[in-house]
Protein backbone atom coordinates (compact mmCIF):
# COMPACT_ATOMS: atom_id res chain seq x y z
CA UNK A 1 0.00 0.00 0.00
CA UNK A 2 1.38 3.05 -1.08
CA UNK A 3 2.16 5.87 1.82
CA UNK A 4 1.59 8.84 0.11
CA UNK A 5 -1.51 7.80 -1.59
CA UNK A 6 -2.92 6.98 2.24
CA UNK A 7 -1.76 10.05 3.02
CA UNK A 8 -3.54 12.13 0.39
CA UNK A 9 -6.52 9.69 0.75
CA UNK A 10 -6.73 10.65 4.46
CA UNK A 11 -6.27 14.31 4.21
CA UNK A 12 -9.22 14.58 1.58
CA UNK A 13 -11.66 12.85 3.76
CA UNK A 14 -10.61 14.95 6.59
CA UNK A 15 -10.67 18.36 4.96
CA UNK A 16 -14.26 16.75 3.38
CA UNK A 17 -15.49 16.12 7.08
CA UNK A 18 -14.80 19.35 8.47
CA UNK A 19 -16.75 21.04 5.89
CA UNK A 20 -19.67 18.51 6.54
CA UNK A 21 -19.37 18.62 10.33
CA UNK A 22 -18.81 21.86 10.85
CA UNK A 23 -21.15 23.70 7.91
CA UNK A 24 -21.46 27.20 8.13
CA UNK A 25 -19.11 27.66 11.34
CA UNK A 26 -15.97 26.11 9.07
CA UNK A 27 -17.05 27.95 6.09
CA UNK A 28 -16.54 31.51 8.64
CA UNK A 29 -13.28 30.54 9.72
CA UNK A 30 -11.91 29.27 6.24
CA UNK A 31 -12.92 32.34 4.33
CA UNK A 32 -11.79 34.68 7.46
CA UNK A 33 -8.70 33.28 7.88
CA UNK A 34 -7.63 32.76 3.83
CA UNK A 35 -6.56 36.47 2.62
CA UNK A 36 -3.49 36.05 5.12
CA UNK A 37 -2.41 33.13 3.30
CA UNK A 38 -2.43 34.52 -0.09
CA UNK A 39 -1.00 37.75 1.28
CA UNK A 40 1.99 35.31 1.97
CA UNK A 41 1.93 33.40 -1.03
CA UNK A 42 0.67 30.49 0.91
CA UNK A 43 -2.59 30.07 -0.77
CA UNK A 44 -0.24 28.08 -3.68
CA UNK A 45 0.58 25.47 -1.04
CA UNK A 46 -3.34 24.11 -1.20
CA UNK A 47 -2.90 23.55 -5.08
CA UNK A 48 -2.24 19.91 -4.30
CA UNK A 49 -4.98 19.76 -2.60
CA UNK A 50 -7.59 20.39 -4.51
CA UNK A 51 -6.02 18.60 -7.52
CA UNK A 52 -6.43 15.77 -4.96
CA UNK A 53 -9.93 16.49 -3.41
CA UNK A 54 -11.09 16.83 -7.78
CA UNK A 55 -8.93 13.56 -8.81
CA UNK A 56 -10.73 11.73 -5.37
CA UNK A 57 -14.44 13.68 -5.57
CA UNK A 58 -14.84 14.65 -8.87
CA UNK A 59 -14.84 18.39 -6.88
CA UNK A 60 -13.06 20.24 -4.31
CA UNK A 61 -15.24 21.45 -2.00
CA UNK A 62 -12.70 23.98 -0.64
CA UNK A 63 -11.99 26.35 -3.10
CA UNK A 64 -15.80 28.36 -3.16
CA UNK A 65 -15.24 28.66 0.34
CA UNK A 66 -11.52 30.08 0.06
CA UNK A 67 -12.60 32.07 -2.98
CA UNK A 68 -15.18 33.94 -0.43
CA UNK A 69 -12.29 35.82 0.68
CA UNK A 70 -11.26 37.69 -2.10
CA UNK A 71 -15.22 38.56 -2.43
CA UNK A 72 -15.03 40.14 1.04
CA UNK A 73 -12.08 42.08 0.49
CA UNK A 74 -14.06 43.52 -2.73
CA UNK A 75 -16.71 44.61 -0.53
CA UNK A 76 -14.68 46.23 1.73
CA UNK A 77 -13.33 48.08 -0.96
CA UNK A 78 -15.98 49.28 -2.20
CA UNK A 79 -16.87 50.64 1.70
CA UNK A 80 -13.47 52.80 1.14
CA UNK A 81 -14.52 53.82 -1.47
CA UNK A 82 -17.73 55.07 -0.61
CA UNK A 83 -16.28 56.50 2.09
CA UNK A 84 -13.42 58.53 0.85
CA UNK A 85 -14.85 59.83 -2.08
CA UNK A 86 -12.85 62.81 -1.47
CA UNK A 87 -9.77 61.23 -1.46
CA UNK A 88 -9.00 60.62 -5.23
CA UNK A 89 -5.66 58.90 -5.31
CA UNK A 90 -7.57 56.14 -3.32
CA UNK A 91 -10.68 55.89 -5.02
CA UNK A 92 -8.35 55.95 -8.27
CA UNK A 93 -6.76 52.73 -6.84
CA UNK A 94 -9.41 50.84 -5.83
CA UNK A 95 -11.20 51.51 -9.11
CA UNK A 96 -8.04 50.24 -10.50
CA UNK A 97 -7.87 46.91 -8.72
CA UNK A 98 -11.58 46.18 -8.28
CA UNK A 99 -12.16 44.27 -11.70
CA UNK A 100 -9.45 41.77 -11.21
CA UNK A 101 -10.65 42.03 -7.58
CA UNK A 102 -14.04 40.67 -8.40
CA UNK A 103 -12.42 38.28 -11.32
CA UNK A 104 -10.82 36.67 -8.21
CA UNK A 105 -7.56 38.05 -8.08
CA UNK A 106 -6.94 40.06 -4.39
CA UNK A 107 -3.21 40.77 -4.87
CA UNK A 108 -3.74 44.64 -5.81
CA UNK A 109 -6.36 44.84 -3.56
CA UNK A 110 -4.80 43.71 -0.52
CA UNK A 111 -1.39 45.29 -0.90
CA UNK A 112 -2.80 48.38 -2.12
CA UNK A 113 -6.33 49.00 -0.15
CA UNK A 114 -7.08 46.63 2.61
CA UNK A 115 -3.70 46.06 4.38
CA UNK A 116 -2.20 49.66 4.34
CA UNK A 117 -5.03 50.82 6.37
CA UNK A 118 -5.01 47.70 9.01
CA UNK A 119 -8.29 47.57 10.05
CA UNK A 120 -10.02 47.45 6.68
CA UNK A 121 -8.04 44.00 6.00
CA UNK A 122 -9.48 42.37 8.92
CA UNK A 123 -13.14 43.69 8.13
CA UNK A 124 -12.44 42.42 4.61
CA UNK A 125 -11.27 39.13 6.53
CA UNK A 126 -14.64 39.31 8.38
CA UNK A 127 -16.92 40.10 4.98
CA UNK A 128 -15.20 36.68 3.76
CA UNK A 129 -16.08 34.50 6.46
CA UNK A 130 -19.64 35.58 5.76
CA UNK A 131 -19.39 34.18 2.39
CA UNK A 132 -17.48 30.99 3.44
CA UNK A 133 -20.41 30.41 6.14
CA UNK A 134 -22.72 30.90 4.04
CA UNK A 135 -20.87 28.30 0.98
CA UNK A 136 -20.38 26.11 4.09
CA UNK A 137 -24.49 25.83 5.53
CA UNK A 138 -24.94 25.21 2.04
CA UNK A 139 -22.57 22.18 1.72
CA UNK A 140 -21.43 20.40 -1.00
CA UNK A 141 -20.05 23.72 -3.04
CA UNK A 142 -17.44 22.70 -5.21
CA UNK A 143 -15.57 23.19 -8.16
CA UNK A 144 -14.13 21.06 -11.01
CA UNK A 145 -10.99 22.67 -11.71
CA UNK A 146 -8.54 25.43 -9.97
CA UNK A 147 -6.85 28.80 -11.12
CA UNK A 148 -9.91 30.98 -10.55
CA UNK A 149 -11.85 32.29 -8.07
CA UNK A 150 -14.70 35.46 -7.63
CA UNK A 151 -16.70 35.53 -10.89
CA UNK A 152 -14.48 33.53 -12.81
CA UNK A 153 -14.70 30.65 -10.78
CA UNK A 154 -18.85 30.32 -11.62
CA UNK A 155 -18.79 28.40 -14.45
CA UNK A 156 -16.41 25.70 -12.84
CA UNK A 157 -18.92 24.88 -9.94
CA UNK A 158 -20.02 21.26 -10.11
CA UNK A 159 -23.64 19.57 -9.99
CA UNK A 160 -25.46 23.06 -11.02
CA UNK A 161 -25.22 24.59 -7.51
CA UNK A 162 -23.54 27.41 -9.27
CA UNK A 163 -26.74 29.91 -7.77
CA UNK A 164 -25.52 28.46 -4.37
CA UNK A 165 -21.87 30.34 -4.78
CA UNK A 166 -23.09 33.33 -6.47
CA UNK A 167 -24.97 33.62 -3.13
CA UNK A 168 -22.45 33.05 -0.98
CA UNK A 169 -20.21 35.57 -3.31
CA UNK A 170 -23.30 38.36 -2.89
CA UNK A 171 -22.93 37.39 1.22
CA UNK A 172 -19.36 38.44 1.46
CA UNK A 173 -19.68 41.50 -1.05
CA UNK A 174 -22.30 42.82 1.50
CA UNK A 175 -20.44 41.22 4.59
CA UNK A 176 -17.22 42.96 3.74
CA UNK A 177 -19.12 46.29 3.14
CA UNK A 178 -21.41 46.29 5.82
CA UNK A 179 -18.54 45.67 8.34
CA UNK A 180 -16.12 48.02 6.83
CA UNK A 181 -18.32 50.96 6.17
CA UNK A 182 -19.51 50.44 9.86
CA UNK A 183 -16.25 49.55 11.75
CA UNK A 184 -13.45 50.18 9.37
CA UNK A 185 -11.22 52.95 9.81
CA UNK A 186 -12.69 56.38 7.81
Not at 23 to 28: I, L, N, P
Not at 81 to 100: C, D, H, S
Not at 151 to 165: D, E, F, G, K, S
Request: some cysteine; charged content about 5%.
Amino acid sequence: LPVAGVISSSLVGSINWVLDIGGAFSGFMLGAFFLPLVMFGLHQVLTPIHIEMINTTGQTNLLPILAMAGAGQVGAAIAVMVRTRENKQLTNMIKGALPVGILGIGEPLIYAVTLPLGKTFITACIGGGIGGAVIGFFGSVGATAIGPSGVALIPLIANNMWLQYVIGLIAAYIGGFVVTYFFGRS
